[in-house]
């Protein structure tokens, strides 16, 4: 069956260091995956999303990697600041139809000041 | 800057009765969906809801849920006889048509339903 993210649970990370946050799927049919932050309190909110064909993709502050030959999807945020502090999902999505996002179990990113 | 709305933030409830989960999405938006997070566990799928008719659904949603769209800015979620696994963190999302926000859902802030 489908199965997007095992995570480990907590990442701690000193305020101004690059932040690497991990997710490994397996037997996934998804095309696209995302990167998605919740803050305490909040709905998850988008951050960015990287097309299954392709294996890097940049934004503002953060990269992600895909690497299909192990499964394995990495989020970097660079130049971590205390506003990063917050649960990590990856998850994957199937295009083309309505697309039912999957969720993984979540990384917990603290930034220390 | 447009967001999606939920209500009521937490609902408490007793086991067998119905409840309705509100959200008004953001208002060009065409896409809508229900999730459910059980605490410490991801967020689940629910449900998916275009031109006003289910167009997918998990597994998860069975006879008791159902979903409405009852007007052009509200989107509803109906549980009806609630059981203590319902207890969870409900969030709508919704999402535009076009390329540019093509993946992009956005998320409310979510309804805490716990069923005594």
């Known amino acids: 069956g489908e199965s997007v993210g095992l995570h480990l649970p907590t990442l701690s990370v000193q305020e101004g260091d690059n932040s690497i946050i991990n997710c490994a799927y397996s037997?996934?049919?998804?095309?696209?995956f995302i990167w998605y932050k919740q803050e305490s309190g909040k709905g998850p909110q988008f951050i960015i999303d990287?097309?299954?064909?392709?294996d890097k993709r940049q934004g503002q502050r953060v990269t992600v990697l895909l690497n299909k030959t192990v499964k394995h999807l990495s989020l970097q945020i660079a130049a971590t600041q205390p506003g990063d502090s917050a649960v990590y999902f990856c998850?994957?999505?199937?295009?083309?139809?309505?697309?039912?996002?999957?969720f993984g179990t979540g990384t917990k990113l603290q930034v220390i000041p | 800057e447009p967001e999606v709305t939920q209500t009521p933030s937490h609902q408490v409830t007793q086991m067998g009765q119905e409840v309705i989960l509100r959200c008004v999405p953001i208002?060009?938006?065409?896409?809508f969906y229900w999730y459910r997070q059980i605490l410490g566990q991801k967020v689940e799928f629910l449900v998916s809801?275009?031109?006003?008719?289910?167009?997918?659904k998990s597994e998860i949603f069975d006879d008791q849920f159902s979903v409405e769209r009852p007007d052009g800015s509200n989107f509803t979620l109906k549980i009806r006889s609630t059981k203590l696994e319902d207890s969870a963190m409900y969030f709508c999302?919704?999402?535009?048509?076009?390329?540019?926000?093509?993946?992009?859902?956005?998320f409310g802030p979510g309804t805490r339903l716990t069923v005594l």
């Open positions: 990287i097309r299954s064909n392709m």
């Open positions: 208002s060009n938006h065409l896409y």
């Open positions: 999302a919704s999402r535009a048509s076009g390329v540019v926000s093509y993946n992009e859902q956005f």
């Open positions: 998850a994957g999505l199937i295009s083309g139809g309505y697309q039912k996002v999957t």
């Open positions: 037997n996934s049919a998804s095309d696209y």
């Open positions: 809801f275009y031109n006003n008719e289910i167009s997918e």
